[in-house]
């Protein structure tokens, strides 16, 4: 039997509260807290439903069945889930007695709709200047991190970013889950693999960028850095591998550069402090920091570059766009964009020797 039916059936036999849901495009996330308490996500904001299971063993059940769809388990000794559905959503499960109100369910859908800069332009996402920013940053291969929170739409901007990928090269996309759905001529997907029952087996993401990286890429992708692998990436980013890019955790650019720096001293006790850093800040050179805000919105924060670190051992990150003041207008939303802050970028002479047309003028500060 095919994922795809597995999970249909699961759905029939188990799901029946939830299935209307995951039919709704206007949901895009399911959370179940215990039986009894069922949330969706619509455009960004969190509403409680009148639906229910009938009881902790029917939750049980369904959560087993799509564990077993995907060929995961979820028991006792392996109270957590997380995995990737036959249909690309995300599905996360914790269970008593970890979980003390009852199983707790969460399933983020996957769209098939293709999003596309003229799509976050139209949104106020971005604008169309830090769109052909970006557009440029590809271009010219500059080494990206992508950094939000949870739901901020990470994945999304990463994907949305592969695709402005020059024609021609040959990319590497390495991810826990396999999430990120790149239209590319020459590309090749790696998903890391569980522990068996017997903890054998088991292949992380730091395994498979040690063996990309014999595999002649020109540009490495990690859906999400969380781990040791960060060192891994940056080492990749700073022996020739230019245009690399990767998702992480945090609030801010100036945080994103700390928590990979964070991540990186786990994967090799032997590297100093001070190396570390000169690693980091010469490997990254623009961070992309999203958000969610109170609206529902999801909007490019900031676009930052990253100069190197200071001799205190900070980081010298410096904005190039910074999203202005939100004002909320009548009907809720928030009203602002994302505007030059009057900073160069260092590469300004790349954008010009390769005649690209984005002069000067387009950092400058508006008044």
Not at 167 to 180: F, M
Request: overall charge neutral; charged content about 25%.
């Amino acid at each position: 039997m095919s994922g795809q039916s597995a999970f249909r059936d699961a759905i029939r036999q188990n799901l029946g509260p939830i299935a209307s849901l995951l039919d709704d495009n206007s949901v895009s996330e399911i959370l179940v807290n215990g039986h009894s308490e069922i949330f969706v996500e619509k455009k960004g904001k969190l509403e409680k439903t009148a639906l229910q299971f009938a009881d902790e063993d029917s939750l049980r059940a369904a959560v087993n069945s799509i564990a077993q769809s995907v060929g995961r388990r979820i028991n006792f000794d392996e109270p957590r889930l997380d995995a990737r559905l036959p249909d690309g959503s995300r599905i996360a499960a914790v269970i008593p007695p970890c979980s003390l109100k009852g199983t707790t369910l969460s399933i983020r859908k996957f769209t098939q709709s293709k999003v596309s800069l003229a799509d976050y332009i139209k949104s106020g996402t971005l604008t169309e200047d830090a769109a052909r920013f970006m557009d440029i940053c590809m271009f010219l291969g500059k080494n990206v991190i992508v950094s939000g929170g949870t739901g901020s739409g990470k994945t999304t901007l990463l994907t949305l970013l592969c695709t402005r990928i020059p024609r021609g090269q040959r990319i590497i996309v390495i991810e826990d889950s396999n999430e990120l759905k790149i239209d590319y001529e020459h590309v090749v997907f790696f998903e890391t693999r569980m522990a068996d029952a017997v903890g054998k087996g088991e292949v992380t993401i730091r395994d498979l960028l040690k063996s990309s990286l014999r595999l002649r890429p020109d540009r490495i992708i990690v859906g999400e850095v969380r781990s040791s692998e960060a060192l891994e990436l940056i080492n990749a980013m700073n022996t020739g591998h230019k245009g690399c890019l990767g998702t992480v955790h945090a609030n801010s650019p100036e945080d994103a550069i700390i928590r990979l720096e964070a991540l990186a001293q786990g994967g090799d006790s032997k590297i100093s402090e001070k190396a570390l850093v000169s690693q980091v800040a010469s490997a990254i050179d623009i961070i992309i920091q999203i958000s969610r805000y109170s609206d529902g919105s999801r909007r490019i924060a900031a676009i930052s570059e990253v100069l190197g670190h200071n001799p205190d051992g900070s980081y010298q990150v410096v904005p190039l766009f910074t999203l202005s003041r939100l004002v909320r207008r009548p009907d809720g939303s928030l009203d602002g964009k994302l505007q030059p802050t009057g900073n160069l970028p260092s590469f300004i002479a790349e954008i010009e020797d390769n005649n690209l047309p984005f002069p000067r003028s387009k950092f400058q500060q508006v008044a």
